[in-house]
T-cell receptor, first 115, second 113 residues
Framework: DTGVSQDPRHKITKRGQNVTFRCDPI?????LYWYRQTLGQGPEFLTY????????KSRLLSDRFSAERPKGSFSTLEIQRTEQGDSAMYLC?????????????FGPGTRLTVT | GQNIDQPTEMTATEGAIVQINCTYQ??????LFWYQQHAGEAPTFLSY????GLEEKGRFSSFLSRSKGYSYLLLKELQMKDSASYLC??????????????FGPGTRLSVLP
């Protein structure tokens, strides 16, 4: 396994359009996280899954954002009616929920530009 | 609320030692992480502290004081490739198996020859 992958790497869209991003975690990892990062800032937590269950969702995640992990493997993050303020790097990370192991492995990110 | 503070920028010389501080105020503290992030790349894990004290890992060491809400990352024998942002993150455990990770804004370290 080569690590966490994300697709696409870059997305340019017009305001008002919907976009969907995909994350494939490391295969044996049961926890998956989505973050948003803007220039000069640390990642902001959006949501996290353990297997297929979405266990936590940030207040930052408005009604326009939805995430799924239908079979406990890959995950999708959808943004509806995009706004210019949604422009950011969207990072996915995965980890293995085991005692003493909390390290998250990050994917390369999807850079979203809303024009 | 949850808050993590780090210096915005630091500069150091190749071969020197630098200490990057992090202070935090979070609920349900359950571990503190340090990540390195080069420009345009994803964060990569450096260290994890859950108990007070120093964790050493090669040229990098991380210290935690839970009572003071304080951590630092110590980088020794600095190399040019250490120029990057260093992110402090706290794992906040919540009830019903919820959790989240709160990241600080990052400290941008520039290593000069």
């Amino acid at each position: 396994d080569t690590g966490v992958s994300q697709d696409p790497r870059h997305k340019i869209t017009k305001r008002g359009q919907n976009v969907t991003f995909r994350c494939d975690p490391i295969s044996e990892h049961n926890r998956l996280y989505w973050y948003r990062q803007t220039l000069g800032q640390g990642p902001e937590f959006l949501t996290y899954f353990q297997n297929e269950a979405q266990l936590e969702k940030s207040r930052l995640l408005s009604d326009r954002f939805s995430a799924e992990r239908p079979k406990g493997s890959f995950s999708t993050l959808e943004i509806q009616r995009t706004e210019q303020g949604d422009s950011a790097m969207y990072l996915c990370a995965s980890s293995l929920a085991r005692a003493g192991l909390y390290e998250q492995y990050f994917g390369p990110g999807t850079r979203l530009t809303v024009t | 609320g949850q808050n993590i503070d780090q210096p915005t920028e630091m500069t150091a010389t190749e071969g020197a030692i630098v200490q990057i501080n992090c202070t935090y105020q979070t609920s349900g503290f359950n571990g503190l992480f340090w990540y390195q992030q080069h420009a345009g790349e994803a964060p990569t894990f450096l260290s994890y502290n859950v108990l007070d004290g120093l964790e050493e890992k090669g040229r990098f060491s991380s210290f935690l004081s839970r009572s003071k809400g304080y951590s630092y990352l110590l980088l020794k024998e600095l190399q040019m490739k250490d120029s990057a942002s260093y992110l402090c993150a706290v794992r906040a455990e919540k009830r019903n198996y919820g959790q989240n990770f709160v990241f600080g804004p990052g400290t941008r370290l520039s290593v000069l020859p």
